[in-house]
């Protein structure tokens, strides 16, 4: 039996805000509400993988890890830095501008969240 991840609820204090910066912090396209359940705004991160994201009154946070590519990692990090977006590289520094050069899982990490205290992990391998 094979099992993926199809979608996952990113609950927010505005789920549009929150869809609108994790797209344009990891470069994926923002669509908008989702026309049929448009109380989701859905962001597409890969082939098998949508996140919906949701307006709730406390919204909790979430931890989501991602494996990215070498690419993709430094890409990140410049939009990071571009819009002055703090990142760190433990999950309780989120914000000390720091790059893990030694994740466990990988060879790189990196630690971000949003205003709904989502707190995004990116892993990538290290730079060859």
């Given at each position: 039996?094979?099992?993926?991840?199809?979608?996952?609820?990113?609950?927010?204090?505005?789920?549009?805000?929150?869809?609108?910066?994790?797209?344009?912090?990891?470069?994926?396209?923002?669509?908008?509400?989702?026309?049929?359940?448009?109380?989701?705004?859905?962001?597409?991160?890969?082939?098998?993988?949508?996140?919906?994201?949701?307006?709730?009154?406390?919204p909790q946070g979430h931890h989501l890890a991602f494996d990215v590519d070498a690419l993709t990692?430094?890409?990140?990090?410049?939009?990071?830095?571009?819009?002055?977006?703090?990142?760190?590289?433990?999950?309780?520094?989120?914000?000390?501008?720091?790059?893990?050069?030694?994740?466990?899982?990988?060879?790189?990490?990196?630690?971000?969240?949003?205003?709904?205290?989502?707190?995004?992990?990116?892993?990538?391998?290290?730079?060859?």
């Open positions: 039996m094979t099992i993926s991840l199809n979608h996952m609820i990113v609950t927010a204090a505005d789920n549009d805000e929150a869809a609108r910066f994790f797209a344009a912090v990891m470069g994926l396209e923002y669509t908008g509400p989702h026309p049929q359940a448009r109380h989701f705004v859905p962001i597409r991160v890969n082939g098998s993988l949508t996140l919906d994201f949701l307006t709730v009154a406390h990692f430094d890409m990140v990090v410049d939009r990071l830095d571009a819009r002055e977006i703090p990142y760190g590289d433990e999950p309780a520094h989120a914000d000390n501008q720091r790059v893990d050069e030694s994740h466990p899982l990988g060879g790189r990490g990196l630690y971000f969240s949003d205003s709904s205290g989502n707190l995004y992990e990116l892993i990538a391998p290290s730079r060859s």
